[in-house]
């Protein structure tokens, strides 16, 4: 069973950035195409970005030009750098595939990205 682990959340002001972390328990890491998802209280699970298993990236509108999604193979970890953060990005930060066709059933328990001032 894949476990995934979730870290890097936290409050911080508007304008402030924060860098979330996401380590996989799973075989061929590299060969997987990975995404974070953010959940805002009272709103469905929305992606946010992904990156293929060879580098390449794709972002949602809301989050174009201020966020970067990175990975490091040798690690099973993805990483998420906010920047410019802004209230309205507040929700619990998850990962799994990048495909919300083929998610890994199991979800890690997410971190939480507070941005209030």
């Known amino acids: 069973q894949v476990q995934l682990v979730e870290s890097g959340g936290g409050l911080v002001e508007p304008g402030g950035s924060l860098r979330l972390s996401c380590a996989a328990s799973v075989s061929s890491f590299g060969g997987y195409g990975m995404g974070w998802y953010r959940q805002a209280p009272g709103k469905q699970r929305e992606l946010v970005a992904t990156?293929?298993?060879?580098?390449?990236?794709n972002y949602a509108d809301s989050v174009k030009g201020r966020f970067t999604i990175s990975r490091n193979n040798a690690k099973k970890t993805v990483y998420l750098q906010m920047n410019s953060l802004k209230p309205k990005d507040t929700a619990v930060y998850y990962c799994?595939?990048?495909?919300?066709?083929?998610?890994?059933?199991?979800w890690g328990q997410g971190t939480q990205v507070t941005v209030s001032s």
């Open positions: 799994n595939k990048g495909s919300p066709t083929s998610l890994w059933p199991s």
């Open positions: 990156i293929s298993y060879n580098g390449i990236t």
